[in-house]
């Protein structure tokens, strides 16, 4: 039966509750013919009293006065307690508190003065064109004359791909610092921890910043709100891969997600326990099932079909996974090939999966 309050300091049905408050105390409660061994479970929970006394006092009810009663809808409008509602409130609390404190998060900003810079950025580049057709072959810096276009071309890829890398390592900082705050996460061990940061940075940063693509003017925005051509990241992610990307970004755009639903599915996919090997996946797997309760919560309050909005959410995590994949393909083989990612020791090691 569903719990109607806090009863005896625990969450309990009105039934549980009667039972408890008749048979507290009583002597000559008849002995269990299981030695303790009844399922005190659904309409099996009446059929011994002894073993259903035990199951109330180890889930915790009591008659000290420190310990709340009986708090009820009916008893007390307005003022019902459910234990696991205020354990998630305080968990969700702490973990909006943590996404704002600890990322520049472009989902602060709104949709509209991310536009409105992103036009501005495409007007500038299109006049910068056309200056740089029209300044006459005399003004051209001698030195650069004997410049190879090929080597120019190479040049040019290094630094995008320096530029691209630069913006990941200070990502992944603020990455693993707010990931430390998740309530949770601290009692994982070292190398579970390590794990989760490793195959779960690109779907988090995947979901964090996909409002700053645009597709059509073919630029991407930054959390710290500058632009750039979002074929500067073709130079060090590869065109294929980044096609897809935006893609993907452009889909994440019409599902319309609220902030607590990023938020929550950036942390159900890093806490997935299916992709890496971990020594203690079931505290992980609890923590996931917080975030997962958390988030259902959120849709149950906020949509008529609360479990359809779910399954949408599920099933982009399960497509995102596949760009992750891909991703992670690309790293290993950028550890062996990309200068710009071998001399930063922690892209190396967020990288080596």
């Known amino acids: 039966m569903r719990g109607t309050g806090v009863h005896y300091g625990v969450v309990t049905c009105d039934a549980c509750k009667a039972f408890y408050h008749?048979?507290?105390?009583?002597?000559?409660?008849?002995?269990?013919?299981?030695?303790?061994?009844?399922?005190?479970?659904?309409?099996?929970?009446?059929?011994?009293?002894?073993?259903?006394?035990?199951?109330?006092?180890?889930?915790?009810?009591?008659?000290?006065?420190?310990?709340?009663?009986?708090?009820?809808?009916?008893?007390?409008?307005?003022?019902?307690?459910?234990?696991?509602?205020?354990?998630?409130?305080?968990?969700?609390?702490?973990?909006?508190?943590?996404?704002?404190?600890?990322?520049?998060?472009?989902?602060?900003?709104?949709?509209?003065?991310?536009?409105?810079?992103?036009?501005?950025?495409?007007?500038?580049?299109?006049?910068?064109?056309?200056?740089?057709?029209?300044?006459?072959?005399?003004?051209?810096?001698?030195a650069s004359r004997g410049v190879a276009q090929a080597d120019l071309s190479s040049l040019l890829c290094q630094v995008h791909a320096d530029i691209a890398a630069t913006d990941l390592e200070k990502n992944i900082l603020r990455y693993i610092s707010y990931l430390k705050a998740i309530p949770g996460f601290g009692k994982m061990s070292t190398n579970d921890k390590c794990q989760l940061l490793k195959y779960g940075h690109f779907d988090f940063f995947l979901l964090e910043d996909y409002p700053g693509f645009n597709e059509a003017l073919n630029?991407?925005?930054?959390?710290?709100?500058?632009?750039?051509?979002?074929?500067?990241?073709?130079?060090?992610?590869?065109?294929?891969?980044?096609?897809?990307?935006?893609?993907?970004?452009?889909?994440?755009?019409?599902?319309?997600?609220?902030?607590?639903?990023?938020?929550?599915?950036?942390l159900i996919c890093v806490l997935a326990t299916d992709r890496c090997s971990l020594s203690e996946p079931d505290i992980v797997n609890a923590v996931q099932w917080q975030m997962v309760n958390i988030l259902l919560t959120h849709l149950q309050a906020t949509y008529m079909h609360p479990m359809r909005?779910?399954?949408?959410?599920?099933?982009m995590v399960a497509d995102m996974?596949?760009?992750?994949?891909?991703?992670?393909?690309?790293?290993?083989?950028?550890?062996?090939?990309?200068?710009?990612?071998?001399?930063?020791?922690?892209?190396?090691?967020?990288f080596n999966v």
């Open 22 to 142: 008749r048979n507290y105390g009583k002597r000559g409660m008849p002995m269990c013919a299981k030695n303790g061994a009844c399922d005190v479970t659904g309409t099996a929970r009446s059929l011994c009293q002894r073993c259903r006394m035990t199951k109330c006092q180890d889930v915790g009810m009591s008659k000290l006065p420190s310990i709340p009663q009986n708090m009820t809808a009916e008893r007390s409008p307005g003022h019902a307690i459910h234990l696991q509602d205020i354990h998630n409130n305080l968990l969700e609390d702490d973990i909006l508190s943590a996404h704002e404190q600890k990322l520049t998060s472009i989902h602060y900003v709104s949709r509209s003065v991310i536009a409105a810079i992103q036009h501005q950025y495409e007007k500038q580049q299109v006049l910068d064109r056309k200056l740089t057709r029209c300044v006459p072959a005399s003004c051209e810096d001698p």
């Open 219 to 266: 630029v991407y925005c930054t959390s710290s709100l500058s632009c750039r051509p979002i074929q500067e990241l073709n130079d060090l992610w590869g065109t294929e891969f980044v096609n897809e990307v935006v893609r993907f970004t452009q889909r994440l755009k019409h599902l319309n997600m609220t902030l607590k639903e990023i938020i929550f599915a950036e």
């Open 321 to 350: 996974r596949k760009l992750s994949e891909w991703y992670s393909d690309i790293t290993r083989r950028l550890c062996q090939t990309s200068v710009s990612v071998q001399k930063r020791t922690l892209l190396m090691e967020m």
């Open 309 to 315: 909005r779910f399954a949408k959410l599920m099933d």
